[in-house]
């Protein structure tokens, strides 16, 4: 996150045999989103070897490959002509990397979801005990396992009827530059968008709140709303602190939000109050709750698929 200020009705872990079911025309079993395949993600992310992510650097360059083949080998087709939206951040090659899923509908399928998360970190961060690699495991390597998690479900599914985007930005560290580049970019290209949900430090969970996750812009839409709706709990809400620290704007859906003027909104369970290690050296892969995470994913997989699948637009903004 880019930011300069400082459990009830989840989905238990699942086992090996557990299966998402949904009302798709063809029912295929796809296992559900394990903490051990996550963990392993954020680990490699998360890593030393990465030396933070920092953009622009050997660490994201390898970040990017991981991605990539991940796209490549779950057969999601690239945007454009490559998985790689380049942009140069002055001098500095940067590269969002984007897999695409067509709907499954002949008619839904002309519209987008954009699934987002930056993967990117600041690379370095202040010296802890001769620590110095900021290793952005909450911040953000939770939201791309997240986004990979969930393009790898959809592309065995295949149960989504609008299409669906799965964007991993780069260069959010340094000012959103890599939404911003992406949002203007397909604006330009009048990209038929419906909503953009963004993931952002999901690793770590509240223990004081109702809800599992919050909504970022939450009085704007009906965001929160639909997606207890389509969970059939109360699975988001609205943080008080993330409103104080408008986190709306610190993050990749905030471009979107500017250049479409739709449903543009961050999911995430730390809202800087649950967690100590924010752009810390000890973000680290081994801080982070697993089967929290993969509740909450497993969670939203469902909504996704009925947000793809609703005959009409249903999640709105509020009229100011």
């Not at 395949?37 to 992310?45: H, P, S």
């Not at 945007?79 to 899923?101: C, M, P, Q, W």
């Not at 801080?287 to 793809?308: A, G």
């Amino acid at each position: 996150m880019n930011n300069d200020n400082p459990k009830e009705n989840i989905i238990p872990e699942p086992s090996k045999n557990d299966v998402i079911m949904t009302s798709s025309a063809e029912t295929v079993d796809i296992p559900l989103i394990s903490s051990s395949e996550l963990k392993e993600t954020v680990g490699f992310l998360a890593s030393d070897e990465l030396k933070g992510r920092g953009t622009g650097t050997e660490g994201i360059e390898q970040a990017a490959a991981f991605i990539e083949n991940t796209f490549k080998a779950n057969q999601l087709k690239p945007y454009f002509e490559t998985y790689r939206d380049s942009f140069l951040v002055g001098d500095k090659h940067a590269y969002n990397i984007i897999g695409f899923l067509e709907g499954q509908d002949a008619l839904l399928k002309e519209e987008v979801i954009i699934i987002g998360a930056h993967y990117d970190h600041i690379g370095y961060g202040k010296v802890v005990e001769n620590d110095s690699i900021a290793n952005g495991a909450n911040d953000n390597a939770s939201g791309t396992s997240a986004v990979l998690a969930m393009a790898t479900y959809f592309s065995k599914k295949k149960s989504h009827g609008r299409s669906l985007m799965f964007v991993l930005f780069s260069a959010e560290e340094m000012g959103l530059l890599g939404s911003k580049h992406l949002a203007g970019k397909l604006k330009t290209e009048g990209i038929d968008l419906y909503t953009m949900l963004n993931f952002e430090m999901i690793g770590v969970p509240f223990t004081d709140r109702d809800y599992v996750a919050f909504v970022t812009g939450y009085d704007l839409s009906n965001m929160a709303a639909k997606i207890n709706e389509y969970a059939g709990s109360n699975l988001v809400g609205l943080s008080e602190i993330a409103k104080q620290y408008q986190l709306f704007k610190a993050s990749d859906n905030h471009p979107f939000y500017e250049a479409f003027k739709l449903p543009c909104q961050t999911i995430a369970s730390c809202d800087l109050s649950n967690y100590d290690y924010y752009h810390h050296v000890d973000d680290e892969a081994d801080q982070l709750d697993y089967q929290h995470m993969s509740s909450l994913i497993n969670s939203m997989i469902p909504v996704i698929e009925k947000m793809s699948l609703t005959p009409t637009k249903e999640i709105v903004l509020y009229e100011e």
